[in-house]
């Protein structure tokens, strides 16, 4: 809902909770947790710091929290436009996601679980938010968002379906196919206003920061997209009063 002092008091909570029930494993996903609310609240420098402290006091997970903590690393470093920690990182959560023993966590599901196609969702934002455009981002961005199609599978989570959607309209907007972006990005935006949580006003911001500096930008379709992208961050779901 876009209120960080809020999540992050809660976060600590756990953390407290985690640490008096003596659960390394989830007390690292506390950390991921943390880096989670801070690589949308817009810190990344935060968020890296908080992904790297769960995977390094709590090197022997097995469980899916050992691939999330690299796979935040890696988005949070792209952000700040660091290409070789997004490597590295991605390569860290790649082996980590071969090595996976489903533990505790994984068995309650949810946000406790990072699944496979959450993990292609952050491996490919990670690429497009470096900015990458060729052949291989393309194909990860395309495979990330065709893992959410199905709204039956038990992963499925309208955000993260919003998100790649958002990634493949910018990976449309890399190769100037401005239609194809607005294809793309049709099912975010028509979203209720009570599902327009911060992470999915986020990734909408930023295809229309690319479309402002997109060639295309003065073209009748990049400026009524522009328009209501605006709309639509503005018309959001709302903290109680």
């Not at 756990?14 to 494993?25: I, L, S, T, Y």
């Not at 990734?203 to 229309?208: D, E, N």
């Not at 073209?219 to 328009?227: D, F, G, H, K, Y």
């Given at each position: 809902?876009?209120?960080?002092?809020?999540?992050?008091?809660?976060?600590?909570?756990?953390?407290?909770?985690?640490?008096?029930?003596?659960?390394?494993?989830?007390?690292?996903a506390v950390d991921g947790l943390k880096s989670l609310i801070t690589y949308w609240a817009g810190r990344p420098d935060d968020a890296v710091f908080f992904a790297r402290k769960g995977a390094a006091e709590h090197p022997a997970l097995r469980g899916s929290v050992s691939a999330w903590l690299p796979a935040l690393e890696a988005r949070a470093a792209a952000l700040l436009g660091d290409a070789e920690a997004v490597h590295a990182a991605n390569q860290r959560a790649t082996s980590a996601?071969?090595?996976?023993?489903?533990?505790?966590?994984?068995?309650?599901?949810?946000?406790?679980?990072?699944?496979?196609?959450?993990?292609?969702?952050?491996?490919?934002?990670?690429?497009?938010?470096?900015?990458?455009?060729?052949?291989?981002?393309?194909?990860?961005?395309?495979?990330?968002?065709?893992?959410?199609?199905?709204?039956?599978?038990?992963?499925?989570?309208?955000?993260?379906?919003?998100?790649?959607?958002?990634?493949?309209?910018?990976?449309?907007?890399?190769?100037?196919?401005?239609?194809?972006?607005?294809?793309?990005?049709?099912?975010?935006?028509?979203?209720?206003?009570?599902?327009?949580?911060?992470?999915?006003?986020?990734?909408?911001?930023?295809?229309?920061?690319?479309?402002?500096?997109?060639?295309?930008?003065?073209?009748?379709?990049?400026?009524?997209?522009?328009?209501?992208?605006?709309?639509?961050?503005?018309?959001?779901?709302?903290?109680?009063?």
């Open positions: 809902m876009g209120d960080m002092h809020s999540a992050m008091m809660q976060a600590r909570t756990a953390g407290v909770c985690a640490e008096q029930a003596e659960h390394p494993a989830l007390l690292a996601r071969a090595d996976i023993t489903p533990d505790e966590l994984d068995n309650l599901g949810g946000i406790l679980t990072f699944t496979e196609a959450k993990h292609a969702y952050y491996a490919a934002e990670s690429r497009v938010l470096l900015g990458l455009s060729d052949t291989e981002t393309t194909e990860a961005v395309v495979a990330a968002a065709h893992a959410y199609q199905d709204r039956g599978t038990d992963y499925w989570a309208y955000g993260d379906e919003a998100g790649t959607q958002c990634n493949v309209a910018l990976v449309h907007l890399h190769a100037d196919a401005l239609d194809g972006a607005a294809d793309a990005l049709r099912p975010v935006l028509d979203l209720p206003p009570a599902q327009r949580n911060k992470g999915i006003v986020v990734s909408a911001g930023r295809v229309a920061t690319t479309l402002t500096n997109s060639p295309a930008r003065t073209s009748v379709l990049a400026r009524e997209l522009r328009e209501e992208i605006a709309q639509f961050t503005t018309v959001r779901l709302a903290l109680p009063s």
